[in-house]
Nanobody, 128 residues
Framework: QLQLAESGGGVVQPGGSLRLSCTASGLSLNAVHMGWFRQVPGKIREGVSCVSSVDGRTYYSDPIKGRFTISKDAAKNTIYLQMDSLKPEDSGVYYC?????????????????????WGKGTQVTVSS
């Protein structure tokens, strides 16, 4: 059973940066495809960035494209989300997710098929 643990959230001013980490246990990250999702109160959980473990293809949602970068350190069984030029609308709870089967990174971020594993989330607040 794969378990995911996020860290790195916090409070940052607009224009600042944060790096989120998601460390996996119970299974190698090379055996699953990974992604980051964000949820704000009253809204559905949305895909931010997803990556295929087969060929490394990535997907970024339009609001964060060019500002966020997803990466993986296989030796540490950890994925990261580097978030730069943060805006107040980037605030929310960020969840790490994993699936065994993927069609494309974009479809994974659309939760097609359903996500197999979720972390518990880490809060990001962008505010002056």
């Amino acid at each position: 059973q794969l378990q995911l643990a996020e860290s790195g959230g916090g409070v940052v001013q607009p224009g600042g940066s944060l790096r989120l980490s998601c460390t996996a246990s119970g299974l190698s990250l090379n055996a699953v495809h990974m992604g980051w999702f964000r949820q704000v109160p009253g809204k559905i959980r949305e895909g931010v960035s997803c990556v295929s473990s087969v060929d490394g293809r990535t997907y970024y949602s339009d609001p964060i494209k060019g500002r966020f970068t997803i990466s993986k350190d296989a030796a540490k069984n950890t994925i990261y989300l580097q978030m730069d030029s943060l805006k107040p609308e980037d605030s929310g709870v960020y969840y790490c997710a994993a699936v065994h089967e993927i069609v494309t990174p974009q479809m994974m971020c659309a939760q097609i098929p359903e996500i197999d594993y979720w972390g518990k989330g880490t809060q990001v607040t962008v505010s002056s």
